[in-house]
């Protein structure tokens, strides 16, 4: 589990592919302090929970299957990602709970600054829609954020200069694929209604 707090900025070094579409890659961890971590550790990269299965003092290494690759975005070489250490029972929850299993992936539609801030619209895939409420939670390539706005399947986040600097979101612009990870409490609501509206029908 992770918090969406986003704790260094690193980028894809390598990647080796491998047999079936998998590939190893290997992220260079920037501000990351790699000192604690063993293998076996999990760190999301931008929003996508992975293995560490190799580590030096400034990189590290994981196995990306060809499910996740088809599934997300962010790990040709070069790439910047957005990088947090899975969550410890003792930290501060300072954005919202974030599994690392991303639901989808979003396109950016307008990147503009509005004054101090910058405006973010993304559109969202249909199917995820109906996840994302004005003032709730969302993980955007693993960052926590809070939806503004939304309009159908496009919504809008407001971002501070603090998160453009330690993010790399100051890279994005009209047209980048972002990955996307909904709240999952609306999850856990949106079955929960399902369930007993089929319980009252039988």
């Known amino acids: 589990m992770f918090t969406g707090i986003i704790q260094a900025v690193g980028h894809v070094h390598q990647l080796s592919e491998r047999a079936g579409g ?3 890659v290997t992220i260079a961890a920037g501000g990351l302090d790699l000192s604690d971590v063993v293998l076996g550790d999990s760190i999301a990269a931008n929003g996508v929970c992975l293995t560490v299965v190799e580590k030096t003092a400034e990189h ?3 196995d990306v299957s060809a499910e996740t690759f088809a599934c997300t975005v962010g790990f ?8 947090e250490k899975a969550l410890r029972l003792a930290d501060r929850l300072g954005g919202h709970i974030v599994s690392g299993h991303v639901d989808g992936v979003g396109q950016v539609v307008r990147f503009e600054s509005l004054g101090e801030s910058w405006r973010l619209d993304i559109h969202a895939p249909h199917k995820l829609a109906k996840y994302i409420a004005a003032k709730g939670s969302i993980a955007v390539n693993g960052a926590s954020l ?3 706005r939304i309009h159908g399947e496009e919504f809008s986040i407001n ?3 603090h998160t453009l600097e330690h993010t790399m979101f100051k890279h994005l612009q009209a047209g980048s694929r ?3 990870e909904v709240d999952m409490l ?3 609501a949106e079955r929960l209604l399902a369930y007993t509206h089929q319980t009252d029908k039988d």
């Not at 040709?76 to 990088?83: F, I, K, T």
């Open 76 to 83: 040709a070489p070069g790439e910047p990602v957005n990088l």
């Open 146 to 148: 809070t939806v503004n």
């Open 60 to 62: 590290y290494g994981v």
């Open 159 to 161: 971002l501070i200069p």
């Open 22 to 24: 998998d590939a190893r």
């Open 178 to 180: 972002v990955n996307l």
């Open 186 to 188: 609306a999850r856990y």
